[in-house]
């Protein structure tokens, strides 16, 4: 597959591309794979390695998240980085 032939998409613009009746076709030379039965029966779930970071749920508001957004893609790389430097400037003032 050709390195420009991968396309990104974000959850919320998939869906607007489906109520836009925006959809991107599968390509016409796609392979087309059928999983069996027996596929299934030996199905193991993979679940990926630590890659050193946690996931959280975090409230902003909305002019904060914005304003990381527009400085493009990494946003939430950016964001972690001021919070690691917050906290690296205060870790000795508890």
Same mark, same amino acid.
């Given at each position: 597959?050709?390195?420009?032939?991968?396309?990104?998409? =974000?959850?919320? /613009?998939? /869906?607007?591309m489906?109520?836009? +009746?925006? $959809?991107? *076709? $599968?390509?016409?030379?796609?392979? /087309?794979?059928r999983?069996?039965?027996?596929? #299934?029966?030996?199905?193991?779930?993979?679940? *990926? +390695?630590?890659? +050193? @970071? $946690? =996931?959280?749920?975090?409230?902003?508001? *909305? /002019?904060?998240?914005? #304003?990381f957004? =527009?400085?493009g @893609? +990494?946003?939430?790389?950016?964001? =972690?980085?001021?919070?690691?430097?917050?906290?690296e400037?205060?870790?000795? @003032?508890?």
């Amino acid at each position: 597959m050709a390195e420009d032939d991968i396309r990104h998409y =974000s959850r919320a /613009e998939l /869906e607007q591309m489906a109520r836009d +009746g925006d $959809t991107v *076709p $599968t390509r016409a030379d796609a392979p /087309e794979i059928r999983l069996d039965e027996a596929f #299934w029966r030996t199905a193991r779930l993979v679940v *990926p +390695g630590n890659n +050193g @970071k $946690t =996931s959280v749920h975090l409230r902003l508001d *909305p /002019e904060v998240l914005e #304003w990381f957004r =527009s400085q493009g @893609k +990494g946003h939430l790389t950016r964001m =972690s980085a001021v919070l690691r430097a917050y906290m690296e400037a205060n870790r000795d @003032k508890r």
